[in-house]
């Protein structure tokens, strides 16, 4: 399965150190999650997504952290996650799905690994995930009013929002203790058996790793199917025991 190239694994090892250097012991933890840490890279498509744990997050931290991300932004790397010991200790209720991510897909890149052992309570990730799902919904219907009124915007805004359902069908299917991988293709598989067929982001997720194309002709018919499905995750996730 596709995985981050022998180029972005130099820049990774190159990142790190330098992150080393800038950080020196107050490094506690770096990781890399999200695709470049499981099997759906997608070469010029995905980011490399850090997150990093240092003692206490102060301005002096952010100064020395500053100019180090600006120059990797250019390259390809997403925006780190930083936190500290209270953060990581206080924020499991709060941003639950975030570190459960985090948690199931990362590789240890420096120090010790803070995100392999987190206990994260089920009840709050519900609470979550039904307010991402609502929400991101509203999301979808506003930003259609804005732009669909091309093709061209219509697919824009089908391939870049079909991930951050797919991950709300994610927690729900692990929420529905379902079988079911963390990689999108697993996870689609997974959520039909819970939600009904998904054809449409099925299609999404193809086109996205660049093995299908979407018909322009059709495209706004797509996008309602597309609305559809979304509308059955969050039904499917409405319907979770509070």
């Not at 997050?57 to 952290?65: G, K, N, P």
């Not at 709050?124 to 919904?137: I, S, T, Y």
Request: hydrophobic residues 45%; charged residues 25%; aromatic residues 6%.
């Amino acid at each position: 399965m596709p995985r981050p190239g022998a180029r972005a694994e130099r820049e990774i090892a190159t990142f790190t150190e330098e992150m080393r250097a800038a950080l020196g012991e107050e490094l506690v933890c770096l990781v890399l999650h999200g695709s470049a840490a499981g099997d759906e890279w997608v070469a010029g498509r995905s980011d490399l997504n850090t997150a990093l744990v240092v003692p206490c997050v102060t301005l002096a931290v952010l100064e020395r952290l500053a100019p180090l991300v600006a120059r990797w932004r250019e390259r390809g790397f997403a925006l780190p996650v930083v936190m500290d010991y209270e953060y990581l200790r206080r924020a499991r209720d709060t941003f639950p799905m975030e570190l459960d991510d985090i948690s199931r897909q990362h590789r240890l890149l420096a120090g010790t690994d803070l995100f392999a052992n987190l206990t994260l309570d089920p009840k709050a990730l519900r609470r979550e995930c039904e307010r991402e799902a609502r929400g991101k919904l509203l999301r979808l219907r506003a930003l259609f009013l804005d732009t669909g009124r091309t093709p061209a915007a219509i697919e824009q805004l089908m391939v870049e929002s079909v991930k951050s359902f797919l991950v709300v069908l994610r927690h729900l299917v692990h929420l529905r203790h379902a079988d079911g991988g963390h990689g999108y293709g697993a996870v689609l598989a997974a959520g039909e058996g819970i939600v009904g067929p998904l054809p449409t982001m099925r299609k999404l997720l193809a086109f996205r790793a660049g093995d299908a194309r979407l018909s322009p002709a059709a495209l706004r018919a797509a996008f309602g199917a597309y609305l559809a499905e979304v509308e059955r995750i969050v039904e499917g996730v409405d319907a979770l025991d509070a």
